[in-house]
């Protein structure tokens, strides 16, 4: 019978440690609570797996001083790994920046072949004419088929703010936009035989019975619309021209920009001109 003491193994009774003493891992020394007593493990050096033939594995577990120091030597500047410490939040940065904000700005210039090409003034402004829808205007006479040599014929148009104006409408494309204003200024007629025109500066004065001549715009016929006359179709083409101001007003990337034109609209009306025959009677006994 092998007998081992507790002198032989190396081993001295130790002060049994409370569970408040006791590391957080226990430190090898496992308190019972029942007994309130440290139970120890005891190994013999001399038996196969004791302490002795553990201690290479340990060896070998334990970094070496040189590796130690160049893994700390291959991290970057100012790690952890260094012995240094980060720089706090704000602090210069080597590239002269703050930690956190931006070193610098770029601004970014598209290629030209992306930047739409700036659209002209002029050819918006001829968009808001188009949407404007400008009218013709709405021939109104005297007479209804049939007009006589002599007799005054008066002229106008439909008055109102469709007739008239003004009007207006806007063209945007962009950075651009043009607001295009219309108005009315006058009514040119022709009347069918050569030379045989009349400018009204307004719509003229609509007729309602008066024998006289118009005030502001009227014709006197002094021909027959004869056949030969009127290239065999009896009738004289009467064609007013409504004479419209345009002008616009925007801006073009910025720019104040203007401008103005003239927009003539038409509209036609064939009239039969005769003549009054008169017979005289010179009466007789």
């Known amino acids: 019978m092998l007998t081992v003491s507790l002198l032989a193994l190396g081993l001295a009774v130790l002060p049994v440690p409370t569970a408040a003493d006791a590391p957080p891992d226990g430190g090898g020394c496992k308190v019972v609570d029942g007994a309130g007593r440290c139970l120890i493990e005891a190994a013999d050096p001399a ?12 060896e070998r577990e334990r970094p070496s001083p040189g590796r130690r120091d160049q893994d700390r030597s291959s991290a970057p500047p100012g790690s952890s790994a260094q012995g240094g410490q980060a720089p706090p939040a704000g602090a210069p940065q ?18 030209q072949d992306l930047v739409p090409p700036a659209v002209s003034p002029t050819v918006l402004a001829q968009r808001a004419i188009e949407t404007l829808d400008l009218p013709a205007p709405a021939v109104r006479m005297s007479v209804s088929d049939l007009a006589f040599v002599g007799v005054p014929v008066w ?13 207006s409408a806007t063209a945007t494309a962009g950075a651009s936009q043009v607001t295009a204003t219309a108005r009315l200024v006058a009514v040119e007629w022709t009347m069918g035989p050569p030379g045989a025109e009349v400018r009204c500066p307004g719509t003229g004065t609509p007729w309602t019975g008066q024998p006289e001549p118009s005030p502001d715009c009227g014709y006197t016929y002094e021909l027959r619309s004869l056949p030969e006359r009127t290239g065999g179709t009896g009738r004289w083409p009467v064609v007013a021209t409504g004479i419209w101001q345009v002008d616009w007003t925007g801006a073009s990337g910025g720019t104040p920009v203007s401008g ?14 005769g003549e009054v025959q008169v017979l005289v009677d010179g009466g007789g006994g």
């Open 47 to 58: 038996r196969p797996g004791g302490p002795r033939a553990r201690e290479p594995e340990r």
């Open 260 to 273: 103005g034109q003239t927009v003539l609209l038409t509209a036609e009306q064939p009239l039969a001109v």
């Open 94 to 111: 080597p590239d002269g920046g703050e930690a956190g904000e931006p070193v610098g700005e770029v601004e970014f210039t598209p290629p």
């Open 155 to 167: 002229l106008w148009i439909d008055p109102g703010p469709q007739g008239t104006g003004p009007l």
